[in-house]
Antibody, heavy 115, light 107 residues
Framework: QVQLVESGGGVVQPGGSLRLSCAAS????????IHWVRQAPGKGLEWVAAISYDGSNKYYADSVKGRFTISRDNSKNRLFLQMNNLRAEDTAVYYCARDYVHDRWGQGTLVTVSS | EIVLTQSPDFQSVTPKEKVTITCRAS??????LHWYQQKPDQSPKLLIKYASQSFSGVPSRFSGSGSGTDFTLTIDSLEPEDAATYYCHQSSSLPYTFGQGTKLEIK
């Protein structure tokens, strides 16, 4: 069955870096655009970034542009989010989601930015 | 940026009641509007894609309608397990955006 599993979250100080990973299985990974969506504690959903099926196109929310980098390794069915210069307002559960309609989501990984 | 505004923010409803949640876009997005259900401590789940297309496995009491700027999610005959927060989301233009959410409480 279709599965997305995020990992790499944790506690990091402001200004620090973290790399999130999303492992995909149960579908043809290299046929789909994949997105990162985040949710701050007790808040709503915020679209963060997306990458096209072949990695040639990448898109970012203004709030993360220049600090976050989305990438993928289709040979390993993995999606990544490199997060640099983290701020307190980046604290959230980060989900990977398949396709523009987000028909499948992972369970999320919690990123906490705090000193 | 396209702003999606949902109403109401919160609604307390009784089982078997019919519920309507609306989502208004700040500019036309065609039919590129999707609906999700999120229960506490769970990931969101897709209910309706492209305004009115039911997603596989979703109960038939959930339906969607609308196009352009005004969209509706309808839940016919509410069940207790429908207690959740519902979000709309547009994939018409970057940056993709979500509505602020509508929390449904079951009385």
């Amino acid at each position: 069955q279709v599965q997305l599993v995020e990992s790499g979250g944790g506690v990091v100080q402001p200004g620090g870096s973290l790399r999130l990973s999303c492992a995909a299985s149960g579908f043809t990974f290299n046929s789909y655009t994949i997105h990162w969506v985040r949710q701050a504690p007790g808040k709503g959903l915020e679209w963060v970034a997306a990458i096209s099926y072949d990695g040639s196109n990448k898109y970012y929310a203004d709030s993360v542009k220049g600090r976050f980098t989305i990438s993928r390794d289709n040979s390993k069915n993995r999606l990544f989010l490199q997060m640099n210069n983290l701020r307190a307002e980046d604290t959230a559960v980060y989900y990977c989601a398949r396709d523009y309609v987000h028909d499948r989501w992972g369970q999320g990984t919690l990123v906490t930015v705090s000193s | 940026e396209i702003v999606l505004t949902q109403s109401p923010d919160f609604q307390s409803v009784t089982p078997k009641e019919k519920v309507t949640i609306t989502c208004r876009a700040s500019q036309s997005i065609g039919s590129s509007l999707h609906w999700y259900q999120q229960k506490p401590d769970q990931s969101p789940k897709l209910l309706i894609k492209y305004a009115s297309q039911s997603f596989s496995g979703v109960p038939s009491r959930f339906s969607g309608s609308g196009s352009g700027t005004d969209f509706t999610l309808t839940i016919d005959s509410l069940e207790p397990e429908d207690a959740a927060t519902y979000y709309c989301h547009q994939s018409s233009s970057l940056p993709y955006t979500f509505g602020q959410g509508t929390k449904l409480e079951i009385k």
